[in-house]
């Protein structure tokens, strides 16, 4: 049996080559994560009822529970979009966002703005299908029949609105994310 002898022209050549694969093994990593990473879309509407203003309510009280519409997603574009995912983008202190759901507009015979919790006109939610756990598709140059809502809870009073409703979808396989206009302040009332 013979003993393998390291020199140190060997122990270089080992490093080296162990560098270069430590390299090109990151190099893959972060060419892959950057395919997954969304990129900024533009399909859906910008125009909607909702990014004219803001939905509110100035006597609002603590520990209620509010249902806040997002914008109906309207497909611009050529192509199907598959929405995966939606969010506030900026939620007050005093604010906090229990869920996200997804409703079939006809289940709620339209659109509910902003409703409050156990109010005679809110649509009971927990008995309504939920869209949210499956991607929602909204054919190309269509309005979406089904709706994003964010049910939020009073903890504080809230110093500020929530806004910025985004939008996370796939469409002809690339990721995007797309911020459309919307705002809703809740007020507590003494």
């Not at 859906?44 to 009822?49: F, I, K, Q, S, W």
């Not at 519409?69 to 598959?82: I, K, Q």
């Amino acid at each position: 049996m013979t003993a393998s002898r390291v020199t140190p022209a060997s122990s270089a050549r080992t490093r080296a080559a162990s560098l270069l694969l430590a390299v090109l093994a990151l190099t893959g990593c972060l060419l892959t994560g950057d395919a997954d990473r969304p990129r900024p879309g533009d399909a859906l509407a910008t125009d909607g009822a909702q990014s004219s203003g803001v939905v509110g309510h100035d006597h609002a009280r603590l520990g209620q529970t509010w249902y806040f519409a997002l914008p109906v997603p309207v497909n611009e574009s050529a192509e199907p979009v598959e929405i995966t995912g939606v969010a506030l983008e900026h939620v007050p202190v005093g604010l906090k966002v229990v869920r996200y759901g997804a409703y079939d507009l006809e289940d709620t015979e339209g659109l509910p703005l902003l409703v409050r919790e156990g109010d005679a006109y809110t649509p009971d939610f927990d008995r309504l299908r939920d869209h949210a756990a499956r991607p929602v598709v909204v054919p190309a140059r269509r309005e979406s029949r089904i709706f994003y809502l964010a049910e939020v809870r009073i903890t504080s009073p809230p110093g500020d609105t929530a806004r910025g409703c985004r939008f996370d979808y796939t469409q002809g396989g690339e990721v995007h994310h797309q911020t459309l206009d919307c705002e809703v302040g809740l007020k507590v009332g003494r």
